[in-house]
């Protein structure tokens, strides 16, 4: 049985991981996830009109506390469900979404007038979510996680995916088109990005003082099977501060800009 030679590494190879070995330290700022304490105005974008609070609630109402600006953006409702709404005014969940964002102290940023379940393309949502994150100019988006190992929700992951593709698609000066045959003055870079529901989180948020008014948010969603969640979600914060100080946690994967585009760093 022939023994495999050794590849010899070249010096110049050598030479480059000395470097990198010394160098590497160094990144270790560029890996850290971005805090969440830095955040002045944020947007999250849900897919379903109760998903910010039942994945967020206890983290919007402690910035709302500390004077962030929050924006909320639904992206599904039920205008096609709703077998009571004629198409004009609001459905029944989005009625239920404004009454969440007053428990919260949100502002809302609107509906993108797709309904549950939309056979719209991620491009399509993705376009319009462009146009809301120009006009808001947040420091940080916010959204489920699409890669969610579990998740099998078409909904979440068209929608996230959407949010994904705004947030780099907002920087272009080219994107959509040009103004007058010239650049964009409107664009926008968001610094942070943020994920819900994810099972891969580098952040977790006290909302031990904030548990009870996430609770009374997520009870505005009164056509939604509340009574039953509830008590899961309560045990799922807890859950979550496990190992922790905190009586209550909720948990995030954030990521910065420099991290959106090619770069396989460990973010954590």
């Given at each position: 049985?022939?023994r495999k030679?050794?590849?010899?590494?070249?010096a110049?190879?050598k030479?480059t991981r000395r470097?990198f070995?010394?160098v590497?330290?160094?990144?270790?700022?560029l890996m850290?996830?971005p805090k969440?304490?830095?955040i002045?105005?944020?947007l999250?974008i849900?897919?379903h009109?109760d998903?910010n609070?039942i994945a967020?609630?206890?983290?919007?109402?402690?910035?709302v506390?500390r004077?962030?600006?929050?924006?909320?953006l639904?992206?599904?409702?039920?205008?096609?469900?709703?077998?009571?709404?004629?198409g004009?005014?609001?459905?029944?969940?989005?009625?239920?979404?404004?009454?969440?964002q007053?428990v919260?102290?949100m502002?809302?940023?609107?509906?993108?007038g797709?309904?549950?379940r939309?056979?719209?393309?991620t491009?399509e949502?993705?376009e319009k979510?462009v146009?809301v994150i120009r006009?808001?100019?947040p420091d940080a988006?916010?959204?489920?996680?699409p890669?969610?190992e579990n998740?099998c929700h078409e909904?979440h992951?068209k929608?996230?995916?959407?949010v994904?593709?705004?947030v780099?698609d907002?920087?272009?000066?080219?994107y959509?088109?040009?103004?007058d045959?010239?650049?964009?003055?409107d664009?926008w870079?968001?610094?942070?990005l943020?994920?819900?529901?994810?099972d891969?989180?580098?952040?977790?948020v006290?909302?031990s003082?904030?548990e009870q008014?996430?609770?009374d948010s997520i009870?505005c969603?009164?056509?939604?099977p509340i009574?039953?969640l509830?008590a899961?979600?309560?045990l799922?914060?807890?859950?979550?501060?496990?190992?922790?100080e905190?009586k209550?946690a909720?948990v995030?994967r954030?990521i910065s800009?420099f991290?959106?585009?090619c770069?396989?760093?460990?973010?954590?």
């Open positions: 049985m022939k030679r050794k590849k010899k590494i070249s110049r190879l030479v470097v070995k010394t590497s330290p160094l990144l270790d700022p850290a996830p969440i304490e830095g002045k105005r944020a999250f849900q897919p009109p998903d609070q967020a609630g206890g983290t919007i109402a402690a910035m506390e004077g962030v600006e929050v924006f909320e639904t992206a599904l409702d039920d205008r096609y469900l709703d077998l009571t709404y004629s004009q005014g609001l459905t029944v969940r989005q009625k239920e979404a404004l009454a969440a007053e919260l102290g502002k809302n940023a609107g509906f993108l797709f309904g549950d939309t056979e719209a393309s491009r949502i993705s979510i146009e006009e808001i100019k988006v916010f959204t489920a996680d890669n969610l998740e909904d992951i929608v996230a995916n959407a994904k593709y705004a780099m907002a920087t272009f000066p080219f959509p088109e040009y103004i045959n010239k650049p964009r003055k664009v870079t968001v610094k942070t943020g994920f819900y529901y994810t891969k989180p580098n952040t977790i006290d909302i003082d904030y008014i996430k609770i009870r969603h009164k056509s939604q009574n039953e509830e899961v979600i309560v799922l914060g807890q859950q979550l501060a496990l190992d922790t905190y209550s909720e995030f954030l800009n991290h959106m585009h770069f396989n760093l460990p973010v954590g």
